[in-house]
């Protein structure tokens, strides 16, 4: 709308395609009621040429009703909306506003200062690329510049522009303004802002707001509309790790599954390894669907939907992720937490939890100090309030996937709601996950096997694997604990390879030796389920007296018999390592199945046939098992 | 001229038949995405052009023929697009606005499409075409049909939503109709009141639709610059701007309680422009009324209104005259002020309306009404 001649549809092309081009900006601004914001915000838009004449018109009808600056026009007026809210002449929500020049169209947050309304500027700050920071030249640095600077650090801005108001009120002193400029950096050091822009500045007469001011000669740096015209956002979504939560899963025909998401950090192409979480089932990238075609990559922010090469069980609510950087999974996790709501935040109390794009309950286990968005001093507190912030600890009812929030803006954010009213009552950024060893001191117990396998967020189990020799016992071992493994769990496999070189390289295979084997591995099994670890057994233990022996010394419900029921004309006709061949030549003794008998359980949890079930099915069957009887929950 | 027509006819249809964009489908005959649109709006080209196009056609014609089955929509294409190169506003706010409707689909139960026909409606019918695609949107379009309703707008709606093959309801509040409700009768404000916002509430609670999206944007009007992308009506439909929830990062709590229903505006941050400039890039047809006609008009109290047909009450004195006339917006033809205008292609009108000094809501009569209207509005259950 600023350049006005368009003289034919040719110029309206050309304006149209220069346009078609322009990046985009998000900005919030906050000040406090006095420090001229909504004046900044309405010259921004006037100068620029953005209003109509019957915006104009209305706006100086309304300055004659409502007017705080006599005869001037009231920009103000053009920015505070709602009418009750005009009345008392305070801005009390977000408000959005646009406009737009020949280089880039820019998103405006209007949001008010007070201190009652920290949760509005959160808001704002969330979707914000970059904040305008007011300052009252007369008053510098106050509490609330302190207050605002936080909020926007801690939401994650990492650019700010500090516009020193009302300069005409000072006379446009340089050294007050060097002073202010001195005072803010200085203040703003713990916050880790990447760059910080001090601009001295009069919204009410137009100095250096959209050209630079004769008023300030000793004012080296740019207005500020130009400023943000070409400031460079940084932007480093591209090279995090590649996350699609997803949203919706399309079914446009029966043999059509596409995955819809927003791309939340990193690229992705055709081919790229992918992992799901939180069924950590593996797959790759087959292709990127738009309406306009496909596309060989896509990048943050990007609406798509992928397939996959194979046919695995995606929801919404479920995070592909990056192969090789998947994101974490958990369900205790420390976060900042900003309250929104009038009624207080008691730890204890269930909340929802609203994730990118899935919802848990969640309880906060520990407010462990509250922020004092003023002096971003730490204190205790047992509870809460509207517009305070806290470091919490949370417990969630399912795990989930994340990043933290310092990591990435969209995987590591939340929402609490409320379990009845439905309101939005808090907004939540991750910082890591309790799952951890260094956070066991969370809770105070006993360091107990239940503490060790709630630490690892499961129950510690032994998956003894019993079948003939070339059965699959070791295969889908293998795969169970790289399935474990990749859901974060902690497990341990152990099998004739670890153990007979090692720990029992003495024992030979007379029938004691044999027993004596077992009797070693049990032990080294109920030792290692102590420690809180899912561990795989691997041994043909062909007599059910030592697999009663084993299962007798785990605890109750910690014996899991695997039954590799492979039949042994199958298991001969593999004869991976030779070993039937050399049984039948007679050149081995005592080979299970030849001239050993093998006694088959009678009653094994998990009975599997590998002739008849893949390796990868069997394997995700036993994970299903251990899921579905509770081994995988804290 | 008939040459051009049967040209632009057969390549709509080749376009649906392989399921390309009439873009694609241009840029294949003309060497120029937006040729056939040009072509449409009652562009001129040389023979030469023609000819080559006509040829290139045939080829088409033949890579694709008639029988070809429906699964094409889905078969992958030879070419990819490129990489994500810096993504511009249109990109951006185009996958914003995809997000938000897939969110509230995956999350609502009974969730609707509001259309009115006019340009923002007719944008959120393309974005949600591309929200879902290859799936059809899994909610249909609600149309409140006034009755009085520019004819040809009617004539476009039905066009449209047979080629893009979505569900549509058109709703009547018949109770209205017998009380003979009209602009004319009743006052616009009665009217308005009937026929748009009891209908609309009535049809929302006849099919138990729990979430309706709208092409409300933030930069219409003063006190839609606060509304929420997600705005929540109680039992009733009424509107509390004192209890919006925030919404922060992309995160929408789209949790209601009985009785509870969510508006939902995916073009929020879109400005007038925005609108244009997205209609132009991504060829998106619109209704006729948009582009400068002779049409006959009256004048009434400084707003030009066309007398669509010949249900429009003639003052003493009164004779429709003939006029070059566009509307910027579309609503009923009785509330809906036109504008001279010479702009019959795309480019003209967006040329006017760069060049306007007069915003876009002027022309409807409604707001008028009171300074702050549009929120009592609102507050009432008007969308």
């Known amino acids: 709308m600023s350049s006005v001649a368009l003289a034919s549809t040719a110029d309206v092309e050309n304006y149209l395609a220069a346009h078609e081009n322009k990046g985009l900006l998000r900005f919030i601004t906050c000040g406090s009621v006095d420090d001229g914001k909504s004046t900044l915000i309405g010259r921004l838009l006037y100068d620029s040429k953005l209003l109509y004449d019957d915006q104009i018109a209305a706006l100086e009808n309304d300055t004659k009703r409502h007017g705080t600056q006599g005869e001037k026009i009231d920009f103000a007026l053009l920015v505070d909306g709602l009418a009750a809210e005009r009345e008392q002449g305070i801005t009390i929500d977000v408000a959005y506003r646009y406009f737009s020049t020949e280089k880039r169209k820019f998103i405006v947050a209007d949001t008010p200062g007070h201190e009652q309304y920290t949760r509005n500027m959160a808001t704002g700050a969330s979707t914000a690329d970059l904040a305008v920071i007011l300052i009252d030249a007369r008053k510098g640095v106050l509490t609330q510049t302190r207050r605002h600077s936080y909020i926007v650090s801690l939401l994650g801005i990492r650019q700010v522009v500090v516009a020193v108001n009302k300069m005409d009120l000072i006379d446009y002193s340089e050294s007050t303004f060097r002073k202010i400029e001195f005072d803010y950096r200085d203040f703003a050091k713990p916050l880790g802002f990447e760059s910080i822009t001090v601009i001295p500045m009069s919204a009410l007469e137009g100095d250096n707001v959209i050209t630079k001011s004769a008023k300030t000669p000793w004012y080296d740096g740019a207005a500020l509309l130009p400023y943000l015209e070409t400031v460079k956002i940084h932007s480093d979504h591209a090279e995090k790790s590649f996350r699609l939560p997803v949203q919706w899963v399309n079914r446009a025909s029966h043999d059509f599954r596409g995955f819809a998401g927003t791309v939340a950090g990193g690229t992705v192409r055709p081919g790229d390894d992918i992992v799901v979480l939180p069924s950590a089932k593996r797959s790759k990238v087959a292709r990127i669907i738009t309406h306009d075609g496909d596309l060989a990559e896509a990048g943050p922010d990007m609406a798509v939907t992928l397939t996959l090469d194979d046919e695995i069980d995606i929801s919404r609510g479920d995070v592909i992720c990056a192969a090789r950087a998947p994101a974490e999974q958990t369900d205790q996790f420390a976060a900042h937490v900003l309250w929104m709501a009038e009624q207080k935040l008691f730890p204890g109390r269930q909340y929802l939890l609203k994730t990118a794009n899935r919802i848990v309950s969640a309880t906060v286990t520990e407010l462990k100090h509250k922020v004092n968005v003023n002096t971003l001093e730490h204190m205790s507190g047992k509870t809460l309030e509207l517009n305070e912030v806290g470091f919490c600890n949370f417990s969630l009812s399912h795990p989930v996937a994340f990043d933290s929030y310092k990591d990435n803006r969209r995987t590591g954010s939340f929402v609490l709601i409320d379990k009845r009213a439905n309101a939005t009552i808090g907004a939540g950024l991750i910082d890591f996950s309790l799952r951890r060893a260094q956070n066991v001191h969370w809770q105070d117990l006993d360091v107990n096997k239940t503490a060790r396998a709630s630490a690892k967020h499961q129950r510690p189990c032994v998956l003894w694997f019993t079948g003939l020799s070339g059965s699959g016992k070791s295969t889908v071992a293998n795969l169970v604990e790289k399935r474990l493994h990749d859901m974060g769990r902690h497990t341990y496999t152990l099998d004739g390879d670890n153990v007979r070189h090692g720990l029992n390289k003495d024992l030979g295979f007379t029938d004691a030796d044999r027993v004596e084997n077992i009797r070693r591995v049990a032990e080294t099994a109920r030792l290692m389920a102590d420690a809180g670890l899912i561990v795989c057994v691997s041994f043909i233990s062909p007599f059910q007296s030592e697999r009663r022996m084993a299962r007798e010394l785990m605890g109750e419900g910690e014996f899991i018999e695997v039954y590799i029921s492979t039949p042994l004309e199958v298991c001969e006709k593999r004869d991976i390592k030779g070993l039937y061949a050399k049984a039948r030549r007679g050149e081995i003794k005592n080979f299970t199945g030849i001239d050993s008998a093998y006694e088959p359980p009678q009653i094994a949890e998990i009975d599997i046939d590998t002739s008849d079930i893949p390796a990868p099915d069997a394997a995700d069957r036993i994970v299903e098992y251990l899921k579905g009887n509770g081994y995988l929950e804290g | ?383």
């Open chain 2, 1 to 383: 001229m008939n040459e051009i027509q049967d040209l632009i006819g057969r390549a709509e249809r080749i376009a649906t038949r392989a399921d390309l964009s009439l873009t694609t489908v241009s840029r294949k005959l003309l060497n120029d995405g937006k040729g056939i649109a040009r072509l449409k709006a009652g562009g001129q080209c040389t023979v030469k052009t023609l000819d080559a196009a006509r040829a290139r056609l045939k080829a088409l014609e033949a890579q694709y023929p008639a029988s070809a089955a429906a699964p094409a929509a889905i078969a992958k294409p030879q070419q990819l697009l490129g990489g994500p190169r810096g993504m511009t506003h249109l990109d951006r706010l185009e996958a914003e606005a995809i997000h938000i409707m897939r969110e509230v689909a995956a999350e609502m139960e009974n969730p609707v499409m509001l259309y009115s026909i006019g340009k923002d409606s007719t944008v959120m019918l393309h974005l949600a075409r591309k929200a879902f695609y290859p799936a059809k949107p899994p909610f249909p379009l609600l149309h409140i049909d006034t009755t009085w309703n520019f004819k040809e707008t009617i004539a476009f709606r039905d066009a449209v939503v047979k080629e893009l093959g979505f569900e549509l309801i058109a709703h009547i509040n018949e109770d209205g109709v017998r009380q003979g409700v009209t602009p004319f009768t009743h006052g616009s404000q009665i009217y308005t009141d009937v026929m748009l916002t009891q209908s609309l509430r009535d049809a929302l609670d006849k099919y138990g639709f729990n979430a309706a999206f709208g092409g409300g944007r933030r930069d219409e009007e003063k006190s839609r610059a606060k509304e929420r992308i997600l705005s929540f009506r109680s039992t009733g439909h009424r509107w509390d701007p004192k209890n919006q929830r925030p919404e922060l990062w992309s995160i929408y709590n789209t949790r209601i309680s009985n009785g509870q229903t969510i508006r939902a505006f995916p073009i929020s941050n879109w400005t007038e422009l925005d609108v244009w400039q997205y209609i132009y890039r991504e060829n998106i047809k619109l209704p006729g009324v948009y582009f400068a006609a002779e049409r006959p008009v009256v004048t009434r109290g400084g707003v030009t209104l066309m007398v669509d047909d010949e249900r429009m009450p003639l003052e003493p004195g009164e004779t429709p005259r003939m006029e070059m006339v566009r509307f910027r917006t579309l609503g009923c033809y009785p509330l809906t002020g036109a504008v001279r205008s010479e702009a019959t292609i795309l480019p003209e009108i967006i040329q006017e309306m760069l060049v306007a000094r007069s915003s876009e809501r002027q022309g409807r009569v409604i707001d008028h009404d009171q300074s702050a209207s549009m929120e009592k509005k609102k507050q009432e259950g008007y969308f």
